[in-house]
């Protein structure tokens, strides 16, 4: 639901003056200082807005107040700027009515701000999209360059605006804005040559010194120092909370995204540059020879560098401040410049320069800003001119200025009543006749075509002859003197001849807003505004475009002989255009407030404001508006706002409002004349009336909220008790619950206690009882037990007191007994007992023996040799015995061992012992040799294959031995084979058989002795093999070979045994010789191995190493 509320809610003093009551300017001046302590800075009158400058920032221009502002009705919220702005751009938008609004005030009182504050909320309530933001971003970035270019810092303002701005902006229908136009009006360009103590130059001087870059500085030949220029006041060149550097920034930025060209950017700075070293340019006096004072340039070098940055002929500049040409209709006289009028001409070109480059930027800003499309559009005009200007030394400009103003306020006082009328009208209510005061009257007095200030100026001005200020002053004597608001001292009208407060260079006007006093000096030269044509030649002659653009009339081709017209006229000429189009438009006022002079919040000002609103009409406006009825609402919000004061039409009414408003009027007994009723509005003549109203409903909304209070208090204790109620039973239930849970718990732990107790007493009592029996039976048994033990002993000492008594017995009896035998058979005894001892102790020993001798026999070894001892003589026969038979039972086992393989390597052995044993030194070292036979491993040895083949019997010895060759003794190794029925010599490396024995060709073989290994094989004589002669051979395996050629020999049948020879020197048949081989012992040179030697044909001897 939305919230109705209206200005008269919470109001701080009177939100709207028209309800002051009773109206005086001083309840008016309470009434806004009031508001203002509350922050209250802005207050009506109808539907004007008086804005307080707060100096402050305040948290009233936030995004969310122009959403709350937004749409709402006039009267709906507190007084703002918004408000105002809002119902402007909504008639605009949605009534199609062109608006303007008309910001006025003294310098310093917010108007500026004001302005800024409009445009940025219509720029946030009217529509969006990239083109629109590209214009309203145009139209507010104009702003920052305008005021660089057109405010400066004065005693009143830092960032006071030197000139007067309209801007229309305009919009399509839907409200969306589409560009705009601005209008400058009068510049104060005696600024730009002179300041006043404490003010300064425009900014743009300021900022560029301080914040252009050291390159562009270089580039426009200035210093960054102030104080190098003549032109900058030093006094406040820099002012608190400026930051001239940024806002340089700023306006560079701004002028980019106003659309400025890069090198028109340049321009303008060039331009600023040379005002500043044109205000460095001096003159010196100099008399010529008729006895006239000349002037002459000082210091060339500002001219130079100045001429250079116009691209001006330094000649021409030069010429053009030393001469004055003034042209006649075909005649030139040129007339020399004095240093005063040099100084006056530099001044003018200076002044000149800047004000026509601020038009410059205007216009161009202006291109850049205006609507693109042609079609027809709303237009919204807002007006920051400065207000009227009371000063104690008030000059042309004021006049001017203050004429402006009276031309305001009669647009003001006309619009308002004819919006006044307009509604009358609308509404159907008779319209009677206003007193107020109308300033046409003055207006008249200035501007009047015949006889008004302004055209009695020019009319001097342009009077041929001496024109002085006081000239002037004696025309305004002679022709206004008559006039209600003129005084001068030296008028007709004798009453001023006395006013000492009034001079005599001086005339006064009562203006609408208070008395003015001119003074006269300065009139006519700024009203000329002259500016040497000379001057103006040489600027069109630059090569500079911008500056040739702003001097158009320096063009030598369009001389015009004519005056330029003065500034009077064309301020005159642009204020009528203005007012002309502020007439077509809904006006929408501002009226600015200056709380104080010490630019400070919080501090109110009595007399200041006082002046203020005399001087801007306030009370004026408040009486206009006042004049039919000072209050009127439309019926239903009335009718929505009183109808709790009649009981009809509450809290319903179902009818028509209007009809609702008229039975609420009847019975609340107002009076008929204090009211009327229009056709869709009630109107209400006294403010008192309303008061009237609003008392009664605040007493009747005290009523009502206590009412309402009662209701809902009842109904929120109710329904707060029966939550309690509710709640109780719950906790009630939840803590019994819990309570007897808590009981029942403990009664449970507490049986659990008592029933421990009383079983842990049981217990122990069941425990005491059993350890008790324990103990009784442990007792009875360890009683039973000591007294079986007792019985026992008891038994046993019995049992053994009667065996020692029948041991006794048994022993006396022995010895009785033995006595009567010994005595009974003491001459048997004697007889045999001798030789029974005698048996009975060899038995014993014999025994002992045996069993001494089973303990000790030696290990089962056939070679052992140990026995033990023998223990008596009379064993020894025994003893041997038994060591013969012990050895052969241990040999016997031994034996039994035996497999028939080793069986046969001992009788090999046996049989080698046989022979050699005691015969041959060489045979005890063969003993422990087992006989291993093959040695050649002839059957698996691959090498041998062969040679294996070629024996088809079963090989039992294959060795290498030594075939002893006859010739040198010295041997050839052979392989020598043994089967069963050959011997087969063959050759080692080849395996090719040698020579085959059968065993039978063999008769003999014949050994050494000695511990030599060779041996000879004899052949039988006549046998198949004897051709070949005996064989000599040499073996380390002799013994083996022997015994195994012996053994071969013997176990064939058919065979007679082989026999042996040993001895050491025996004969071999070699084919045909016979050779003796003899051994003998030698110590031998090379250790101990054996050699043999040819001796001579028939014999070799073998030297065997000595044995010892
Ligand atoms: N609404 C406002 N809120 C805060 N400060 C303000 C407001 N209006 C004006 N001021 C202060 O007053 C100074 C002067 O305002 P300005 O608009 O420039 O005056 P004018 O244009 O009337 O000469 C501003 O620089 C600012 O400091
Ligand atoms: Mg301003």
Partial sequence: MEVKTSLLDNMIGVGDMVLLEPLSEDSFLDNLRDRFDHNEIYTYIGSVVISMNPYRSLPIFTPDKVEEYRNRNFYELSPHIYALADEAYRSLRDQDKDQCILITGESGAGKTEASKL????????????????KVKEQLLQSNPVLEAFGNAKTVRNDNSSRFGKYMDIEFDFKGDPLGGV???????????????????????????LSGASEDTLKKLKLDRDFSKYNYLSLDSAAVNGLDDAANFRTVRNAMQIVGFMEDEVQSVLELVAAVLKLGNIEFKPESRCN???????????????????????????????????????????????????????????????????????????????????????KVMGVLDIYGFEIFEDNSFEQFIINYCNEKLQQIFIELTLREEQEEYVREGIEWTNIEYFNNAIICDLIENHQNGILAM????????????????????????????????R????????????????????????????????????????????????????ATHSLIKQLFPEGNPAKVNLKRPPTAGFQFKASVGTLMKNLQTKNPNYIRCVKPNDKKAPHIFTDSLVRHQVRYLGLMENVRVRRAGYAFRQAYEPCLERYKMLCKRTWPHWRGPAR??????????????????????????????????????????????????????????????????????????????RYAQQKKYKQIKSATTVVQSYARGWQARKLLRELKYQKRCEEAVTTIAAFWHGTQARRELRRLKEEARRKHAVAVIWAYWKGLKVRREYRKFFRANAGKKIYNFTIQRIMQKYFLGLKSSTPSMSPIDRKWPSRPYLFLDGAHTELRRIFHLWRCKKYRSQFTEEKKAVYEEKLEASEIFKDKKTLYPSSVSQPFKGDYLEISKNPKYQKLHSAVDEKVLLADVVNKINRANGKGTPRIFLLTKKSVVLADQKTGQVKASVPLPDLSSVSVSTQSDGFFALKLKEGSASATKGDFLLSSEHLIEIITKLHRTGATAADQEQLSVDISDEFLVQFKQDKVCVKFIQAALKNGNSVSCKRKNNRLLEVSVPITA
């Fill in 118 to 133: 409009v445009m940025s909320y219509v720029a946030a309530v009217c529509g969006k999209g990239q083109e629109v933001n």
């Fill in 182 to 208: 601005i209008s400058n009006y009068l510049l104060e360009k005696s600024r730009v040559v002179k300041q006043p103590r404490g003010e300064r130059n425009f900014h743009i001087f300021y900022q560029l």
């Fill in 291 to 377: 006895g006239t004072d000349e002037s002459r340039i000082k210091d060339k070098n500002d001219l130079k560098e100045m001429c250079e940055l116009l691209g001006i002929e330094q000649s021409v500049l030069e010429r053009a401040f030393s001469y004055r040409t003034v042209e006649a209709k075909l005649e030139k006289v040129s007339t020399t410049l004095n240093v005063a009028q040099a100084y006056y001409a530099r001044d003018a070109l200076a002044k000149n320069l800047y004000s026509r480059l601020f038009s410059w930027l205007v216009t161009r800003i202006n291109e850049s800003i205006k609507a693109q499309t042609k079609t027809r559009h």
């Fill in 457 to 488: 100026l020019d009319e001097e001005c342009l009077r041929p002859g001496t024109v002085t200020d006081e000239t002037f002053l004696d025309k305004l004597n002679t022709i206004c003197a008559e006039h209600q608001h003129f005084e001068s």
């Fill in 490 to 541: 030296l008028s007709k009208n004798s009453k001023f001849l006395t006013d000492h407060s009034l001079p005599h260079s001086c005339f006064r006007i009562q203006h609408y807003a208070g008395k003015v006093l001119y003074r006269t000096e300065g009139f006519v030269d700024k009203n000329n505004d002259l500016l040497y044509r000379d001057l103006s030649q040489a600027m069109y002659k």
């Fill in 659 to 736: 009809e609702g408003v008229e039975v609420l009027m009847a019975d609340l007994q107002v009076p008929v004349e204090e009211y009327s009723y229009g056709r869709s509005k009630i109107f209400i003549r006294n403010p008192r009336t309303l008061f009237f109203l609003e008392e009664r409903r605040k007493q009747c909304l005290e009523e009502l909220a206590t009412l309402i209070q009662k209701i809902y208090r009842g109904w929120k204790c109710r329904s707060h008790f029966l939550l309690l109620k509710e709640s109780q039973i719950v906790v009630a239930a939840w803590y019994r």
